[in-house]
C-alpha cells in the first residue's frame, strides 16, 4: 500500500532535549512537507522540500530542523531552542504535478 | 499576500439533511488550485475534493460539491445527506504555482443524529 507513514504516533520529551520526528512515504513524491497544528487552529508550515538535498523554511522555522538525504525520508527535529513545542505535527507530501499534498496520520508531542 | 477565510467557526446539522460551508479567498494569481480537506478525530488530514481554477465545472465527489465563483472569490462545499461519519474539522486551502497551501483557519461540522 502507498502511503505516508509518521512514527511515533505520541512523543514525550523532556525541556531541553531535542527529539526527531520521523516520516516515510512510498508514494514516489519529489516533495515533502512539515506541519504544526496547535489546538484548535490551522497549518502552520515548519519546513518543506521539493527535491533531495535542499529544503526550504517555511512561516515558523526557529527551534527546528530538517534533512532531505533521500527521497523517501525527511525528518524533523525539534530542538531545545523551540520554546513551546507541544503541537500536533503532520508530514505531507506532494508528486510531480499535482498540487495537492497527502498527508500522514501525525505525531502528537508533548513537553513534560 | 494570499489569505483564505472560513468565517465559520462552527457548523451543525440533522443527520439526512444538507450543510454548507463557506470559504473566500483573496489572490492576484489566475491559475490557482483550491481545496477542502476534512480532519475527523483521528486527526488524518484527507483530501475530500479539488479544484482548478480554470475549469468553469464546479467539482463534485459523490455527496460532496462545491460551488466555485472566480469572480467573487468564493469556493463553498456543500455535503449531501450528511452522515455521523461526516462530523470532522474541515479546512479550506489554495495553491498557486509555488504549490505552498495556504489554509483557512477551519469549520467545525457537527452531525446531530
Known amino acids: 500500500d502507498g502511503g505516508i507513514t509518521q512514527s511515533p504516533k505520541y512523543l514525550f520529551r523532556k525541556e531541553g532535549q531535542n527529539v526527531t520526528l520521523s516520516c516515510e512515504q512510498n508514494?514516489?513524491?519529489?516533495?515533502m512537507y512539515w506541519y504544526r497544528q496547535d489546538p484548535g487552529q490551522g497549518l502552520r508550515l515548519i519546513y518543506y522540500?521539493?527535491?533531495?538535498?535542499?529544503?526550504q523554511k517555511g512561516d515558523i522555522a526557529e527551534g527546528y530542523s530538517v534533512s532531505r538525504e533521500k527521497k523517501e525520508s525527511f525528518p524533523l527535529t525539534v530542538t531545545s531552542a523551540q520554546k513551546n513545542p507541544t503541537a500536533f505535527y503532520l508530514c505531507?507530501?506532494?508528486?510531480?504535478?499535482?498540487?495537492?499534498?497527502?498527508f500522514g496520520p501525525g505525531t502528537r508531542l508533548t513537553v513534560l | 499576500a494570499q489569505t483564505v477565510t472560513q468565517s465559520q467557526p462552527e457548523m451543525s446539522v440533522q443527520e439526512a439533511e444538507t450543510v454548507t460551508l463557506s470559504c473566500t479567498y483573496d489572490?492576484?494569481?489566475?491559475?490557482?488550485?483550491l481545496f477542502w480537506y476534512k480532519q475527523p478525530p483521528s486527526r488524518q488530514m484527507i483530501l475530500v475534493i479539488r479544484?482548478?481554477?480554470?475549469k468553469q465545472q464546479n467539482a463534485t465527489e459523490n455527496r460532496f460539491s462545491v460551488n466555485f465563483q472566480k469572480a467573487a472569490k468564493s469556493f463553498s462545499l456543500k455535503i449531501s445527506d450528511s452522515q455521523l461519519g461526516d462530523a470532522a474539522m474541515y479546512f479550506c486551502?489554495?495553491?498557486?504555482?509555488?504549490?505552498?497551501?495556504?489554509w483557512g483557519a477551519g469549520t467545525k461540522l457537527i452531525i446531530k443524529p
Open positions: 522540500s521539493q527535491i533531495v538535498n535542499d529544503f
Open positions: 486551502a489554495y495553491v498557486y504555482s509555488n504549490y505552498q497551501l495556504i
Open positions: 489572490t492576484s494569481e489566475s491559475d490557482y488550485y
Open positions: 508514494l514516489n513524491h519529489d516533495a
Open positions: 479544484q482548478e481554477a480554470y
Open positions: 505531507a507530501s506532494r508528486g510531480g504535478r499535482l498540487a495537492e499534498q497527502f
